[in-house]
Nanobody, 124 residues
């Protein structure tokens, strides 16, 4: 029902910036809370940020708060993750996810649809 495709990943210097995009299919995109997760090699997938169905509220993990911004454009059926002040520990595959809820927690169990991921590497 919902297809998610991430883009915008790549190699960036520490302290640099990067914007990830997630393009979603379907007419009901605006009904879903959306989220970003990430997974480093050999590590468990962790939450990054989530945004409510109308973009009215956003939530962030402590590790990215103040550096990352999640936003959405329902007309374009796209959610974004703007990343600033990137650190080597931010290196991971970043996944876009869609919930069936209007408001979702920063946990994997609240999300039903997942993208294929995009690699972000922060290195000097």
């Amino acid at each position: 029902q919902v297809q998610l495709v991430e883009s915008g990943g790549g190699l960036v210097q520490p302290g640099g910036s990067l914007r990830l995009s997630c393009a979603a299919s379907g007419r009901t995109f605006s009904n879903y809370a959306m989220g970003w997760f990430r997974q480093a090699p050999g590590k468990e997938r962790e939450s990054v940020a989530t945004i409510t169905w109308n973009g009215g509220n956003t939530y962030y993990s402590d590790s990215v708060k103040g550096r990352f911004t999640i936003s959405r454009d329902n007309a374009k059926e796209t959610v974004y993750l703007q990343m600033h002040s990137l650190k080597p520990e931010d290196t991971a595959v970043y996944y876009c996810a869609a919930s069936t809820l209007r408001v979702a927690r920063l946990v994997r169990g609240d999300f039903y649809f997942w993208g294929q991921g995009t690699q972000v590497t922060v290195s000097s």
